[in-house]
């Protein structure tokens, strides 16, 4: 059985936020939402982060720009080095994958998405880690 993860998105909490948080839920799953529209989000994610263990973090070009998300991920990296990161994106251009690459993150899901691939990679990834932290 999978261990109870914490997962924390940051997208536009009355839109893609929300709904990422009801199919999570829906599959037993911890999620707390940042809201990326909201005044001085990226100091409630520094501070989400910081106070709490995250199993698993899923920043979104929901209110956030492609520039925006890198300069997020080295920060989220410094905060939470045992978090997995996927990025949820409608840009894929290649600088901005290899650009990804780059910083280290453990996935990327491209915009729209399926809800059941979304569930699939959550699973997927806190899966892994589940049993990396048994050995």
Request: proline residues 4%; without cysteine; charged residues 30%.
């Given at each position: ?18 709904l990422i948080s009801t ?26 982060i910081s106070v709490k ?28 080095r045992d978090a997995k ?51």
């Amino acid at each position: 059985m999978m261990a109870k993860w914490n997962v924390l998105v940051i997208a536009e909490a009355d839109t893609l936020g929300s709904l990422i948080s009801t199919l999570l839920r829906k599959e037993d799953i911890d999620v707390t939402v940042v809201d990326s529209s909201g005044p001085g989000f990226i100091e409630a994610v520094y501070r989400e982060i910081s106070v709490k263990r995250y199993g698993l973090i899923l920043p979104t070009n929901n209110g956030l720009t492609p520039s925006k998300i890198l300069e997020l991920i080295p920060e989220i990296r410094n905060r939470n080095r045992d978090a997995k990161i996927i990025v949820l994106s409608g840009h894929f251009s290649a600088d901005f994958m290899g650009e990804l690459r780059k910083k280290g993150i453990n996935g990327f899901l491209p915009m729209p998405f399926r809800s059941e691939d979304l569930v699939r990679k959550v699973k997927e990834s806190l899966n892994r880690q589940d049993s990396s932290q048994k050995e």
